[in-house]
C-alpha cells in the first residue's frame, strides 16, 4: 500500500482545516509571522507612528475638558468626591501614574464652577470631540478600502463624537454605581468554619476585572463605531480583547519605568505631567490603532486567495 509522502498529509490536513475554520483564520493559524509582517508593513505605510501621535496630541488637549463636562453631568447623580474618586481610579488604566495630577486640575476646576460661561462651556465641547474627531480620521486611514464602497454621511461624523460623548458619560456613570457597590463589599467580613475572612482581596480582583472588561467593551464599541462601513462583531471583539491585553501588559511597563529608572522630573520639571501623560497616551493610541489595523488586514485576507494554498 503507498503511503502519502508527510508534505502531502500535511497540505492535505491545512485544506481540510480550512473547509473547517474558513480560509482567514487558517492563513492567521497557519502563518501567524507572514500575517504580522504584512500587517506591520501596512501599518508603517499608512504612517502609523505619526497618525498616533496626531491623536495622542488630540487625545491630550481633550481630555480634561471631557473630563469636565462628564463630572458636571453626572455630579447631578453622584457625589463628586465618589465621582472623582472613581475617574482617577481608572485614569490609571489610560494615562498611568499621572491621574492624580489630572484629577486636582479637575477639582481645582470644579471649585471655581461659577466662572463657567457658555462660551466657555462651548470651547470645552469642541476640545472634548478633538479626539474622536482624530480617531476617525485615523480609522479612514487604516480602512481606506472600505471608503472607495460605503462612505460615511459627513452629518454623521460631525455628530458622532459627541454621540460618543454621551455614551463614555453613561458607561462612567454605571462603572461609578459598580465600583461604589464593589469597595463596600471590600469593607465586609465573612465567617466560614470559625475564620473571619474579609472580602478585600475579592472586591480588589472585581474592580480589576470591571475595569479590564470596560477596557474591552470600550475598544470593542470603537472597533465597530469608529471605522466606516460594518464590521463583524467578532472581529471587532478578538481586536478589543488584543488590545487590551497588549495594554495591560505595556500599562504595567511604563508604571514600573516610572517609579522606577525614570529622570523625567529632572529633564521636564514642571513639563512633566503633560510630557508623561503625552507619553502614556501616545502608547495607547499606538496600541488601538494597531489592533484596528491588524482586523483591516484580516477583513483583506477573506478578499485575497491564499497564496500557501496548492492547486489541484
Given at each position: 500500500?503507498?503511503?502519502?509522502?508527510?508534505?502531502?498529509?500535511?497540505?492535505?490536513?491545512?485544506?481540510?482545516?480550512?473547509?473547517l475554520?474558513?480560509?482567514?483564520v487558517?492563513?492567521?493559524?497557519?502563518?501567524?509571522?507572514?500575517?504580522?509582517?504584512?500587517?506591520?508593513?501596512a501599518?508603517?505605510?499608512?504612517?502609523?507612528?505619526?497618525?498616533?501621535?496626531?491623536?495622542?496630541?488630540?487625545?491630550?488637549?481633550?481630555i480634561?475638558?471631557?473630563?469636565?463636562?462628564?463630572?458636571?453631568?453626572?455630579?447631578?447623580?453622584?457625589?463628586?468626591?465618589?465621582?472623582?474618586?472613581?475617574?482617577?481610579?481608572?485614569?490609571?488604566?489610560?494615562?498611568?501614574?499621572?491621574?492624580?495630577a489630572?484629577?486636582?486640575?479637575?477639582?481645582?476646576?470644579?471649585?471655581?464652577?461659577?466662572?463657567?460661561?457658555?462660551?466657555?462651556?462651548?470651547?470645552m465641547?469642541?476640545?472634548?470631540s478633538?479626539?474622536?474627531?482624530?480617531?476617525?480620521n485615523?480609522?479612514?486611514?487604516i480602512?481606506?478600502?472600505?471608503?472607495?464602497?460605503?462612505?460615511?454621511?459627513?452629518?454623521?461624523?460631525?455628530?458622532?463624537?459627541?454621540?460618543?460623548?454621551?455614551?463614555?458619560?453613561?458607561?462612567?456613570?454605571?462603572?461609578?454605581v459598580?465600583?461604589?457597590?464593589?469597595n463596600?463589599?471590600?469593607?465586609?467580613?465573612?465567617h466560614?468554619?470559625?475564620?473571619?475572612l474579609?472580602?478585600?482581596?475579592?472586591?480588589?480582583?472585581l474592580?480589576?476585572?470591571?475595569?479590564v472588561?470596560?477596557?474591552?467593551?470600550?475598544?470593542?464599541?470603537?472597533y465597530?463605531?469608529?471605522?466606516?462601513?460594518?464590521?463583524?462583531?467578532?472581529?471587532?471583539?478578538?481586536?478589543?480583547i488584543?488590545?487590551?491585553?497588549?495594554?495591560?501588559?505595556?500599562?504595567?511597563?511604563?508604571?514600573?519605568?516610572?517609579?522606577t529608572?525614570?529622570?523625567?522630573?529632572?529633564?521636564?520639571?514642571?513639563?512633566?505631567?503633560?510630557?508623561l501623560?503625552?507619553l502614556?497616551?501616545?502608547?495607547?493610541?499606538?496600541?488601538?490603532?494597531?489592533?484596528?489595523?491588524v482586523?483591516?488586514?484580516?477583513?483583506?485576507?477573506?478578499?485575497q486567495?491564499?497564496?500557501?494554498?496548492?492547486?489541484?
Amino acid at each position: 500500500m503507498h503511503t502519502p509522502e508527510i508534505p502531502e498529509i500535511l497540505i492535505k490536513g491545512k485544506d481540510k482545516a480550512e473547509q473547517l475554520i474558513g480560509p482567514q483564520v487558517s492563513q492567521v493559524v497557519f502563518h501567524p509571522l507572514d500575517f504580522a509582517w504584512h500587517t506591520i508593513k501596512a501599518f508603517r505605510a499608512n504612517q502609523g507612528l505619526l497618525l498616533a501621535g496626531a491623536l495622542a496630541y488630540n487625545a491630550l488637549l481633550s481630555i480634561v475638558p471631557l473630563l469636565i463636562l462628564i463630572v458636571l453631568t453626572l455630579s447631578r447623580f453622584i457625589p463628586e468626591p465618589e465621582l472623582l474618586q472613581t475617574i482617577g481610579d481608572y485614569l490609571e488604566w489610560l494615562v498611568p501614574g499621572q491621574s492624580r495630577a489630572l484629577i486636582a486640575e479637575l477639582a481645582n476646576f470644579l471649585q471655581h464652577r461659577a466662572v463657567l460661561s457658555w462660551v466657555l462651556l462651548g470651547s470645552m465641547m469642541f476640545f472634548s470631540s478633538l479626539a474622536f474627531s482624530g480617531l476617525e480620521n485615523a480609522m479612514a486611514v487604516i480602512f481606506e478600502h472600505r471608503i472607495v464602497h460605503r462612505p460615511r454621511h459627513p452629518l454623521l461624523s460631525f455628530v458622532l463624537p459627541y454621540l460618543c460623548m454621551v455614551s463614555l458619560a453613561a458607561g462612567l456613570l454605571v462603572i461609578t454605581v459598580v465600583a461604589s457597590a464593589l469597595n463596600v463589599m471590600g469593607d465586609q467580613t465573612v465567617h466560614i468554619l470559625h475564620r473571619t475572612l474579609s472580602l478585600e482581596r475579592v472586591s480588589g480582583a472585581l474592580l480589576y476585572l470591571l475595569g479590564v472588561g470596560g477596557e474591552v467593551g470600550i475598544l470593542t464599541a470603537i472597533y465597530i463605531v469608529m471605522p466606516v462601513g460594518r464590521l463583524s462583531k467578532k472581529h471587532a471583539l478578538l481586536g478589543g480583547i488584543s488590545a487590551t491585553i497588549l495594554w495591560e501588559i505595556t500599562r504595567h511597563l511604563l508604571v514600573w519605568y516610572f517609579t522606577t529608572i525614570s529622570q523625567a522630573t529632572v529633564v521636564y520639571g514642571s513639563l512633566t505631567t503633560a510630557i508623561l501623560a503625552m507619553l502614556g497616551l501616545e502608547f495607547a493610541a499606538l496600541l488601538v490603532l494597531f489592533g484596528a489595523q491588524v482586523i483591516s488586514e484580516y477583513e483583506k485576507l477573506g478578499a485575497q486567495p491564499n497564496p500557501h494554498r496548492q492547486q489541484p
